[in-house]
């Protein structure tokens, strides 16, 4: 049960040898992936969501949380896949066309991977038919948009345009977030939520998830 | 009293007539004239134009070169995108020290070598031509931890500065040299204020910002304040934890961004002249007037005496004038330490 906790606590503190190291020892001592992800990876990353949420913890701590996790699914995933076990529900994530601003999306993408959502992360820039074509191929429950600027703002009402016009839109749930984006603005594009930071971002794509 | 004598007034603690006002406009202000942006930040003579229309129409006490956060990095050879009518932006994927050992061999940009940087020189000086002694000429550059994260990346500086600090500490000793020669020259050819913008320090947290990143800030002020220039120091997002430090860099003006409460400003920066910090989208852009009275008189009643009106940060493209009208009648209406709210 140690690598239980040397996994947490590698991950809270960002340390991503330990957090490699933790996983190894604990795939030796015969833990299943799933009982690292569960009891080891989705506590820690919670309470990194907390302490960001908090002003506690800043961005370097989440990015080095988030590298620390992912050093630990490099060994997991594998296994998962071998075992015909699923990952977690399917998200994509993407901060929309004309924008290159991406730390805000990666911030949520690095904490949806530690709550046991399957991340697939299209970048920046991402045009309305590449959000349209990842969803045709990838088949995601949850589409997240990002935006930092009010004139690309509107790139997320595109997209959503774009979703609909390829039959896609109901298969899916959209959420969208960004210094400008407003919960007003999400309704008024037709998005199924909003949220102001990070870890609600978290919350609301556990809740539209188990919803769809 | 003119606008000019009312920030300088304002910043030395004497009697002003009225609260000054000092938004901070881009897009904004190339509206008004009915420029893309994209021309705005290549042709001094459009954001000149720009800016001394808006400052005209909305009675603001400074005109301003500020523009994008790309032009030191342009000059430094940086890729960087340009689009027809928003800012200049970085791709990370390109950034220029994606390999950190090309710091060592970069040259410091001549701000006035025909480039970006000479081009915001220009309008200072346009600007100050144009506006002779009516209102402060306020020049533009990128803070430290801003500057750091255009030319390493975001998301890559987040994980320097505890990965390797012996580095960023590097990259910032070249960032605070490159942004004094620019100051420095922005000064000589007319500015009176010189603006600090550094949206990327409030995403580090208090412990980085103490250790690395004041010390950056107090070479950069104390180097723009022997140089004669005002000071102004703008940071995106929550500084919460970090007021009580941005009030000891010594900066002439500390613009807030609308996460701060101005109350806890004011409790951990008491002597400080605060400007700000209407929210930009949800109430300056997309609220009524009335939205508008009430933020900013509570801004004003939250800062006291020492207070100067403006947005939390740019005011976004599509605000209201009567939003922005709003926002000077207040200030118009209003004596230092004599706000109170509007019903």
Redesign the interface.
């Known amino acids: 049960m140690s690598s239980i906790k040397d996994l947490y606590d590698a991950i809270l503190v960002?340390d991503a040898k330990k957090a490699h190291s933790a996983t190894k020892a604990g795939i030796d001592a015969g833990l299943s992936p799933m009982d690292l992800i569960q009891q080891s990876m989705v506590p820690a990353m919670d309470e990194v969501g907390r302490l960001f949420e908090a002003?506690d913890?800043?961005?370097?701590?989440l990015?080095?949380a988030g590298?620390a996790m992912k050093s630990a699914m490099e060994l997991l995933r594998p296994l998962l896949i071998a075992s015909g076990q699923k990952l977690g529900t399917r998200v994509i994530i993407g901060t929309v066309k004309?924008?290159?601003?991406?730390?805000g999306k990666?911030i949520v993408a690095s904490m949806l991977e530690g709550s046991g959502f399957e991340v697939i992360d299209l970048g920046?820039?991402v045009a309305p038919e590449e959000f349209v074509t990842a969803v045709q191929e990838c088949e995601p429950r949850v589409v997240c948009m990002s935006a930092l600027?009010?004139?690309?703002m509107p790139a997320m009402r595109t997209t959503i345009e774009a979703l609909e016009s390829a039959g896609l839109r109901d298969r899916v749930k959209i959420l969208v977030g960004g210094?400008?984006v407003?919960s007003?603005y999400a309704a008024e594009i037709g998005a199924d939520g909003y949220s102001e930071n990070a870890s609600g971002a978290v919350t609301l794509v556990k809740e539209v998830s188990s919803a769809a | 009293m003119n606008s000019r004598e009312r920030v300088l007034a304002m910043i030395d603690r004497r009697a002003v007539d009225r609260i000054p006002f000092m938004p901070i406009t881009m897009?904004f202000a190339a509206d008004q004239i009915g420029v893309k942006?994209g021309q705005y930040v290549s042709d001094y003579r459009m954001l000149v134009e720009a800016q001394l229309r808006t400052a005209e129409r909305f009675d603001i006490d400074q005109v301003s070169c500020i523009s994008d956060p790309t032009r030191e990095a342009c000059d430094l050879g940086a890729k960087v995108?340009f689009?027809d009518?928003?800012?200049p932006?970085?791709?990370?994927s390109e950034a220029m020290l994606a390999d950190k050992t090309i710091l060592a061999s970069l040259k410091l940009p001549d701000p006035l070598g025909g480039g970006r940087m000479h081009d915001r020189v220009k309008a200072a000086a346009l600007l100050k031509e144009r506006i002779g002694g009516d209102k402060i000429v306020e020049g533009w550059i990128e803070g430290p931890c801003g500057q750091a994260a255009n030319l390493r990346g975001?998301?890559r500086l987040?994980?320097d500065?505890?990965d390797d600090p012996a580095f960023v500490q590097d990259l910032l000793d070249f960032v605070v040299e490159m942004e004094l020669r620019f100051a420095r020259a922005q000064a000589e050819a007319g500015a009176g204020l010189m603006g600090v913008g550094d949206p990327a320090s409030s995403?580090?947290?208090?412990v980085?910002f103490r250790q690395m990143l004041m010390p950056a800030h107090k070479k950069l002020v104390d180097g723009l304040r022997a140089m004669g220039l005002r000071t102004r120091s703008h940071m995106c997002g929550?500084t919460?934890?970090i007021l009580k430090e941005r009030g000891d860099l010594g900066y002439d003006i500390i613009d807030l961004d609308s996460m701060v409460p101005l109350t806890a400003a004011r409790m951990n920066m008491p002597g400080e002249v605060l400007l700000g910090n209407v929210a930009?989208?949800?109430v300056l852009?997309?609220g009524s007037v009335g939205d508008v009275i009430d933020t900013v008189s509570k801004c004003g009643m939250d800062a006291g005496d020492l207070y100067i009106v403006g947005a939390g940060c740019e005011v976004?493209?599509?605000t209201p004038e009567e939003n922005m009208l709003a926002l000077l009648e207040f200030a118009r209406s209003h004596k230092p330490g004599a706000v109170t709210v509007v019903a």
Not at chain 1, 98 to 103: K, S, W
Not at chain 2, 89 to 92: C, H, I, L, M
Not at chain 2, 203 to 206: Q, R
């Open positions: 960002g002003e913890y800043f961005v370097p701590e990015l080095l590298r004309g924008d290159l601003h991406d730390i990666n920046a820039d600027l009010t004139v690309t210094a400008p407003t007003q | 897009m942006y995108r689009f009518d928003q800012p932006a970085f791709d990370e975001i998301n987040m994980l500065f505890i995403l580090a947290g208090p980085i929550s919460k934890r930009t989208v949800e852009r997309n976004p493209r599509d």
